[in-house]
């Protein structure tokens, strides 16, 4: 453990001296996440702008609470995932990934820990600042919000796997950028309640694609509305999907060739 710990130190370090290089950087990182929270809060705002006091069940500042954890979440993947993930296709076109496959480390940590955005942190303060907000108006509990902490840890796994699956298809395709692209726009439903779509969309984003189980159920653990189900489903959700991801990529590694050979 201490060895990976030194290793993240090593990488992330150069990574976040490299981003803070220049201050223009960070004015237009936290330009473009308040551009994209407007666009958010914007969309949240058409939503209840035709006259009802609810949408799908969920007042407005309910459906803020939603609207926090998509923004939380985006940032999430920003900062932690998305930076190292997006790198694994030139690692194998270029050949560089012989070299994370020979260090004594596990590659599969060594790929997804490798890199971070920091420029993106804002993203994380402004979710974490809409659900604090939303939550001040709604009756919330501490059991609420420590069974909402629970759960969107499960999401944020889920959030990992699914990311880490369209990666790990770079082993045989190489060019996955599209797959990505294709993820960011399903996952642009999280913003809004999965109730407030219709029942076909609602099934396909909770057990086809479980963007529900990453916005709107940690949301309905705070507003005390889940049901038992769900709260088990999503921990369930993740755990299998761990496992999947976790052979999927070694499999991937198994089947890997090197770009000299």
């Given at each position: 453990?201490?060895?990976?710990?030194?290793?993240?130190?090593?990488?992330?370090?150069?990574?976040?001296?490299?981003?803070?290089?220049?201050?223009?950087?960070?004015?237009?990182?936290?330009?473009?996440?308040?551009?994209?929270?407007?666009?958010?809060?914007?969309?949240?705002?058409?939503?209840?702008?035709?006259?009802?006091?609810?949408?799908?069940?969920?007042?407005?500042r309910e459906?803020?609470?939603?609207?926090?954890?998509?923004?939380?979440?985006?940032?999430?993947?920003?900062?932690?995932?998305?930076?190292?993930?997006?790198?694994?296709?030139?690692?194998?076109?270029?050949?560089?990934?012989?070299?994370?496959?020979?260090?004594?480390?596990?590659?599969?940590?060594?790929?997804?820990?490798?890199?971070?955005?920091?420029?993106?942190?804002?993203?994380i303060l402004?979710?974490?600042?809409?659900?604090?907000?939303?939550?001040?108006?709604?009756?919330?509990?501490?059991?609420?919000?420590?069974?909402?902490?629970?759960?969107?840890?499960?999401?944020?796994?889920?959030?990992?796997?699914?990311?880490?699956?369209?990666?790990?298809?770079?082993?045989?395709?190489?060019?996955?950028?599209?797959?990505?692209?294709?993820?960011?726009?399903?996952?642009?439903?999280?913003?809004?309640?999965?109730?407030?779509?219709?029942?076909?969309?609602?099934?396909?984003?909770?057990?086809?694609?479980?963007?529900?189980?990453?916005?709107?159920?940690?949301?309905?653990?705070?507003?005390?509305?889940?049901?038992?189900?769900?709260?088990?489903?999503?921990?369930?959700?993740?755990?299998?999907?761990?496992?999947?991801?976790?052979?999927?990529?070694?499999?991937?590694?198994?089947?890997?060739?090197?770009?000299?050979?």
């Amino acid at each position: 453990m201490t060895r990976y710990l030194r290793l993240i130190r090593i990488f992330t370090g150069a990574t976040i001296s490299a981003q803070l290089e220049y201050r223009a950087n960070f004015i237009g990182a936290v330009l473009s996440s308040l551009g994209q929270v407007g666009v958010a809060l914007l969309a949240i705002g058409v939503l209840f702008g035709q006259g009802s006091d609810t949408v799908g069940g969920w007042t407005f500042r309910e459906a803020l609470l939603v609207t926090g954890f998509f923004i939380l979440t985006e940032g999430f993947i920003a900062v932690f995932i998305q930076p190292s993930m997006s790198r694994i296709a030139d690692a194998i076109r270029t050949g560089s990934m012989d070299f994370t496959l020979l260090k004594p480390v596990d590659a599969q940590f060594s790929v997804s820990t490798r890199y971070l955005n920091v420029l993106r942190v804002p993203d994380i303060l402004i979710g974490l600042g809409l659900i604090v907000y939303a939550a001040s108006a709604l009756t919330t509990t501490l059991g609420g919000v420590l069974i909402a902490a629970v759960l969107y840890a499960s999401a944020l796994t889920i959030v990992y796997c699914i990311w880490l699956a369209l990666s790990t298809t770079a082993f045989w395709f190489v060019k996955t950028q599209n797959v990505a692209e294709l993820f960011n726009g399903i996952f642009g439903a999280g913003r809004f309640p999965v109730t407030a779509f219709p029942l076909p969309v609602r099934f396909a984003l909770t057990f086809i694609v479980p963007i529900a189980l990453i916005t709107t159920v940690p949301a309905q653990a705070m507003t005390g509305r889940l049901s038992p189900a769900l709260a088990m489903a999503s921990p369930l959700v993740a755990a299998g999907l761990f496992a999947v991801t976790r052979l999927f990529w070694l499999r991937a590694v198994g089947s890997y060739t090197s770009a000299s050979s």
